[in-house]
Nanobody, 119 residues
Framework: QVLLVESGGGFNQAGGSLRLSCAAS????????MGWYRQAPGKQRESVAT???????NYADSVKGRFTISRDDAKNTVFLQMTSLKPEDTAVYYC?????????????WGEGTQVTVSS
């Protein structure tokens, strides 16, 4: 079994910064792609940023230039540095990881962390 736990969410004002972390634990052999997604009230979950095992990143247009995704493979952790926050960034943020374990290869999701940005 693999567990993903997010941390770092909270309340912030527009223009502020937050750093999210997501640590994977369990029977992990290796981790392929990792990513951050978000879901605002009444909206579908959307991709925010992804990073491959080789470090290639991809961002939603709405966060380009403001958010930075990174990973620490020694700690099985992915980060999302968020700057210049906007009220429209308010959402529950979820991390996801494509993990190879003794059970095979599958995607795992965290429980989510709330980010609230006031104007």
């Amino acid at each position: 079994q693999v567990l993903l736990v997010e941390s770092g969410g909270g309340f912030n004002q527009a223009g502020g910064s937050l750093r999210l972390s997501c640590a994977a634990s369990g029977s992990i052999i290796s981790i392929n792609n990792m990513g951050w997604y978000r879901q605002a009230p009444g909206k579908q979950r959307e991709s925010v940023a992804t990073i491959t095992a080789t470090g290639t990143t991809n961002y939603a247009d709405s966060v380009k230039g403001r958010f930075t995704i990174s990973r620490d493979d020694a700690k099985n952790t992915v980060f999302l540095q968020m700057t210049s926050l906007k009220p429209e960034d308010t959402a529950v943020y979820y991390c996801s990881a494509n993990v190879r374990s003794w059970l095979g290869i599958r995607d795992y999701w965290g429980e989510g962390t709330q980010v609230t940005v006031s104007s």
